[in-house]
């Protein structure tokens, strides 16, 4: 009954109700973002006793979190700026996720092709790979190898032919970093935080000594304001870090430097890849070409940005230099703009290093503590978001000891903390449990492949699923959606906090990017829907269902500067 009513606290509808709490409840740690670092932190403060708070002025994972490569690194391009204490912990971190959350991560073998006058030869990479194994603790099954180009060929038969010497084959991990973040944020809910999207920071308040005491906060859907008090306030805004430091009037020393990143999205049909490929292109930057549910997906770019943060987009540039690369390295598939499916651009918020190009600065994270007493965490990666989250954790409670506080919190257990949906007794018990529910949908009315693909999605919540499809059939039918449809929408709004179509086909399914065709044919029925379940106006749906538009265009027509 405990996790029904913290379901209903992540349900769409509740939105209001869950401002309302934190408005009238004294917080301990207030987070800003909720990126895969805010949602990261709001999990280890919450399962260490603390009451946490966390508002997010966008829909959850709309920034940097949903627009990344898809991968949970080891690391391999550290190890080429001999960042060795980055490579070990992200090898270490992506072993942890991965256990937590199998549903959402995905072992993928990696060909790294070996060219005559290339960045990398055959005997540093075979070193390379097998340090990398050892300081990221891979495991002995996972370890890499090193092929001949016959060999590598028969791996990757679109590789150019040309100059090709070899390849290393190494494990790198494929994950959906949008429902990772979604996963995390729902476990730290469940775990006792609140949690809201499209709720705004507007003004930080301040006590006695100008110290940080909690901040005015604008639900950007209902346009109500919620004054919110909090002993500890995290800034984990990821490009925005900056913006909240100067409203804190803190934004000196170190700063932010925004990259941009982006990636094409391909018909399996015109870029029909077998194997995943990490290969430098000719003015030395590294790009994957990865194959995913019937697309291949390539990238990425790596630009200064200065433009909205908001809304990063693909530009011609982008979209040209990506498809000069992808037909330098694939040469016999002459890949044109028309092939062009989807795409997404993202920014990373790096730590300014002077004298660098975006492609040499680190991606190490690092923590700033105002006079005023505001936490910002700034850079990072993905892969290192529960050890970032724990090291900002571990900063509240000694600044709260230093500060006399008698509160006792435990240390951090997020190791051995499955995310929502991550209770499979491990990687390994994840195969079984896919195969099992597989078998079981039928039942539920899905099909083979319905069942397999929300088991494969949802992890230990496709029970919940199932369990909604009796009494979601009405409701399908008379907005004319299939089944399964109707009853991953119904979820994400009464479990994800889904409040716009965008934030269900961009955030909650990825099918903007990798179903396009599928968003264009069902968006209307889901749109009425949605309109039904959470009682828009009619401004609202225009709105909405312009929003959507927008973000469908921006997915393939490149912006022209």
């Known amino acids: 009954m405990k996790n029904d009513h913290k379901k209903e606290n992540f349900a769409a509808q509740s939105r209001e109700q869950v401002l309302a709490e934190m408005q009238q409840s004294h917080i301990d740690v207030l987070v800003i973002g909720g990126g895969i670092t805010g949602a990261g932190i709001a999990l280890d403060a919450a399962a260490r006793g603390m009451k946490v708070a966390l508002v997010e002025m966008q829909d959850f994972a709309a920034g940097t979190s949903s627009r990344s490569t898809k991968l949970v690194h080891g690391g391999l391009r550290y190890l080429k700026q001999l960042e060795i204490g980055v490579v070990a912990e992200v090898g270490k971190e992506r072993a942890i996720v991965y256990e937590n959350g199998p549903h959402v991560t995905t072992p993928e073998w990696m060909l790294l092709p070996l060219y005559k006058g290339g960045t990398f030869g055959k005997f540093s990479t075979s070193i390379g790979l097998r340090v990398y194994d050892f300081l990221a603790g891979v495991k002995r099954k996972e370890r890499r190898m090193m092929l001949s180009a016959a060999d590598t060929l028969a791996k990757e038969p679109l590789l150019k032919r040309e100059g090709l010497k070899g390849g290393g084959y190494y494990v790198e991990y494929r994950t959906d970093d949008a429902r990772l973040t979604i996963e995390v944020m729902k476990k730290a809910v469940e775990t006792g935080a609140l949690s809201v999207n499209y709720a705004k920071v507007e003004t930080l308040r301040y006590g006695k000594d100008n110290k940080i005491t909690g901040a005015l906060v604008k639900d950007t859907i209902s346009g109500k304001s919620y004054e919110l008090k909090a002993t500890k306030i995290i800034n984990a805004t990821g490009p925005w870090v900056d913006d909240i430091r100067e409203m804190d009037g803190s934004k000196k020393g170190k700063t932010l430097r925004l990259t941009k990143g982006v990636h094409l999205v391909f018909d399996k049909s015109r870029f029909p890849l077998r194997q995943a490929v990490y290969f430098d292109t000719p003015d030395g930057r590294m790009v994957f070409a990865i194959p995913r549910a019937g697309k291949t997906y390539f990238g990425t770019t790596d630009t200064n940005y200065k433009g909205n943060a908001v809304n990063p987009v693909m530009t011609l540039e982008d979209r040209t230099y990506l498809l000069k690369a992808v037909n330098f390295m694939f040469p016999e598939l002459k890949l044109a703009e028309a092939d062009v499916e989807s795409s997404w651009a993202g920014l990373r918020p790096l730590i300014q290093q002077e004298g660098k190009s975006p492609s040499e600065i680190s991606r190490r994270d690092e923590i700033f503590v105002s006079e005023s007493g505001l936490i910002s965490i700034a850079g990072g990666k993905l892969t290192g978001y529960r050890k ?174």
């Open 388 to 561: 970032m989250a724990e090291t900002v954790v571990e900063k509240v409670v000694e600044l709260l000891g230093q500060e006399g506080s008698q509160a006792h919190f435990a240390k951090s257990e997020t190791k051995t903390i499955p995310m929502s949906g991550g209770d499979l007794g491990g990687s390994s018990g994840y195969e079984p449990f896919v195969q099992k529910k597989t078998a079981e949908g039928a039942r539920y009315g899905f099909t083979k492949e319905e069942s397999a693909y929300l088991a494969e999605h949802y992890g230990s919540n496709v029970d919940q699923l199932f369990s909604l499809s009796q009494s979601t059939a009405e409701w399908a039918a008379a907005f004319e959606l299939p089944l399964v449809l109707a009853v991953q929408l119904r979820y994400s709004l009464e479990a994800e906090m889904t409040v716009k179509p965008v934030d269900f086909f961009i955030r909650r399914t990825g099918d903007l990017f990798f179903r396009i065709g599928y968003v264009k044919q069902w968006k209307e029925a889901v749109i009425a829907a949605m309109a039904d379940r959470l009682g828009w106006s009619g401004e609202q749906r225009a709105a909405y269902t312009a929003e959507l538009e927008e973000k469908l265009t921006e997915a393939v027509e490149p912006l022209r500067s």
